[in-house]
C-alpha cells in the first residue's frame, strides 16, 4: 500500500532550537517526495521537493531509501516557521499523497 | 501568472442546498486535483483529471459529489444536497503531469 506518515501531530520548540519533523512512507517504486507548508489560512506551498536537494528558508530533508523516511529539518528554528507542514509522496499516476500533518510551533 | 484561482473563497450554505465550487488551473497546466482538508482526516483527494478527462475519482465521497473539467481552463465541484459533514476545505490543484503540483487558497465551506 502506498502511504505517508507522519507521527507527530504537534511539535513545540523554542526559538533556536533544531527541528526535525518525521516523515515515513511506503511505496513499490521509487518514490517522489515532497514537503508542502501552510501558514495559517493559506494555501498549501511547496517548500522542498526531494530531486531538487534544494534548501528552503533554511530547511533541508534527505530521502532515506533504507529507513523509508523523508524527515525534515533545520538547525535553528525560527518564530516564522510555525506552520503546518505536510509531507507528500508523487504516485505513479500523477496524484500527490499526503500524511496527517505536523503542527511546528515556534516559542520566543 | 496568478496561480491556481478558486472560488467563492468562502460560502456558508445551509443543509440541503446546492454547492457549487469554481476553480481555474495555471495556465498550461494539464492536470487538475481536488482535494478536502479536515481537521479529522486530513487532506483527502477527492477527484483526478488529466487532460480534461477523470482518471482517479475513487476519492469522491458518494453520489451527492460531482466535478466535471469542461474544458483546460474550468473545472466545477458540485454537492448536492450539502450536509453539515461536507463542511471542510477544499483546495483545487494543477500541474504538469508528473511535476510540481500547485494550490489555490481554498474555499472554505460551511453546511449549517
Known amino acids: 500500500a502506498q502511504r505517508v506518515t507522519q507521527p507527530e501531530k504537534l511539535l513545540s520548540v523554542f526559538k533556536g532550537a533544531p527541528v526535525e519533523l518525521k516523515c515515513n512512507y511506503s511505496?513499490?517504486?521509487?518514490?517522489?517526495l515532497f514537503w508542502y507548508v501552510q501558514y495559517s489560512r493559506q494555501r498549501l506551498q511547496l517548500l522542498l521537493r526531494?530531486?531538487s536537494r534544494e534548501s528552503i528558508k533554511g530547511f533541508t530533508a534527505d530521502l532515506n531509501k533504507g529507513e523509508t523516511s523523508f524527515h525534515l529539518k533545520k538547525p535553528f528554528a525560527q518564530e516564522e516557521d510555525s506552520a503546518m507542514y505536510y509531507c507528500?509522496?508523487?504516485?505513479?499516476?500523477?496524484?500527490?499523497?499526503f500524511g496527517k500533518g505536523t503542527k511546528l510551533s515556534v516559542k520566543p | 501568472d496568478a496561480g491556481v484561482i478558486q472560488s467563492p473563497r468562502h460560502e456558508v450554505t445551509e443543509m440541503g442546498q446546492e454547492v457549487t465550487l469554481r476553480c481555474k488551473p495555471i495556465?498550461?497546466?494539464?492536470?487538475l486535483f481536488w482535494y478536502r482538508q479536515t481537521m479529522m482526516r486530513g487532506l483527502e483527494l477527492l477527484i483526478y483529471?488529466?487532460?480534461?478527462?477523470?482518471?482517479?475519482d475513487s476519492g469522491m465521497p458518494e453520489d451527492r459529489f460531482s466535478a466535471k473539467m469542461p474544458n483546460a481552463s474550468f473545472s466545477t465541484l458540485k454537492i448536492q444536497p450539502s450536509e453539515p459533514r461536507d463542511s471542510a476545505v477544499y483546495f483545487c490543484?494543477?500541474?504538469?503531469?508528473?511535476?510540481?503540483?500547485?494550490f489555490g487558497e481554498g474555499s472554505w465551506l460551511t453546511v449549517v
Open positions: 511505496y513499490s517504486g521509487s518514490p517522489e
Open positions: 526531494h530531486i
Open positions: 495556465s498550461g497546466h494539464n492536470s
Open positions: 483529471f488529466n487532460n480534461n478527462v477523470p482518471i482517479d
Open positions: 507528500a509522496l508523487l504516485r505513479s499516476q500523477g496524484n500527490l499523497i
Open positions: 490543484a494543477s500541474a504538469l503531469t508528473g511535476n510540481t503540483i500547485y
